[in-house]
């Protein structure tokens, strides 16, 4: 497994973990679980410097630019156009050019606007952005932003930060199977099953913030989500065994010397 | 001159970009500033000139999924 790496765009990685940055309790904490997740992309909200806190420590002090790629968000967003303004400024703040298109219908399920969503991604690829797209779990959307020339297309598993797994896991199914760009499942995973889970249905990565920031050990939660989503690519490739309605014996049905 | 920064309405003396970020004290690195809706390149600080009632947003990058 060593050569399976996950290409996304211009960029190849190692790791089909992605992590997010947000809800730790500080800044420390978030740099210590990106490094027990081993993940290599990390993602991070555009958001008005405090301008009476100038000089104070900032997230990018902890996760080295360098070191992780970084995917800015456009997290909080819920036009088209205010989704294009945050990744213009993110862009110029650090250069990225890999993003993270989110538009939100409502505050309080946190689905994906996905009209907003197709004319964000329009704008965003006509500019040379690689536009990594959260979108809802359905066939004929992850089809559309594919055409538009997103280079991943992310369904969600269940609302974000609800930690309840994936709603429709045939859906996701679907979707990797009708996809030539990666499919990663973000949002929803909430334990190091859910992750597996997505992993074994073919997902290329999976994107994971809450589960690990709210877990009460984040760094031992990093690491079982780096282990599952592992075990669960491993499963994949792997190819399962056909399910039975019956038992199979496991041991030979011959040789026996009892009567 | 008076120009609303981040939202506030704010008395500067900094008669450009470039100026505006040394008189709050703010690094360079790692934000990105855009002047009435348009991003304004690092490299064009020094010759975007504030005028009075602009709307200036300062971001940066901070936590989040």
Request: aromatic share 6%.
């Amino acid at each position: 497994m060593s050569d399976d790496t996950l290409k996304v765009g211009s960029y190849e990685f190692r790791s089909r973990l992605i992590v997010g940055s947000g809800k730790y309790k500080d800044f420390e904490t978030t740099r210590l679980a990106t490094e027990a997740a081993e993940a290599e992309m990390i993602t991070v909200a555009v958001r008005r410097v405090n301008i009476t806190e100038a000089g104070k420590e900032n997230l990018l002090d902890y996760i080295d630019p360098k070191k992780y790629v970084i995917l800015p968000n456009t997290a909080g967003c819920f036009n088209a156009e205010d989704a294009v303004r945050t990744l213009r400024l993110a862009r110029e703040a650090g250069g990225w050019d890999l993003v993270k298109l989110e538009v939100l219908g409502d505050t309080e399920t946190l689905y994906p606007n996905v009209v907003e969503t197709i004319k964000a991604a329009e704008t965003l690829v006509d500019e040379g952005f690689q536009v990594m797209v959260y979108t809802n779990d359905d066939p004929i959307v992850a089809t559309r932003l594919e055409e538009i020339g997103c280079v991943a297309v992310m369904p969600l598993g269940n609302p974000i930060g609800s930690g309840r797994g994936l709603a429709n896991p045939f859906n996701i199914r679907v979707i990797k199977q009708r996809a030539k760009v990666p499919i990663v499942v973000d949002a929803g995973i909430g334990t190091a099953s859910d992750a597996a889970k997505a992993m074994e249905l073919g997902a290329d990565a999976v994107l994971i913030n809450t589960a690990i920031a709210e877990a009460r050990d984040e760094c031992l939660m990093a690491n079982a989500m780096r282990d599952a989503v592992r075990a669960g690519r491993a499963a994949y490739l792997a190819g399962r065994m056909p399910k039975r309605s019956f038992a199979s014996a496991s041991s030979p049905t011959d040789g026996y010397f009892w009567t | 001159m008076k120009i609303q920064l981040n939202g506030e309405s704010k008395e500067v003396q900094a008669a450009d970009v470039l100026a505006l970020i040394a008189e709050l004290g703010l690094e360079q690195r790692l934000i990105a500033i855009e002047r009435n809706l348009e991003v304004v390149p690092k490299s064009q600080y020094a010759e975007t000139a504030l005028a009075e009632g602009d709307h200036i947003e300062i971001v940066h990058m901070i936590g989040g999924g």
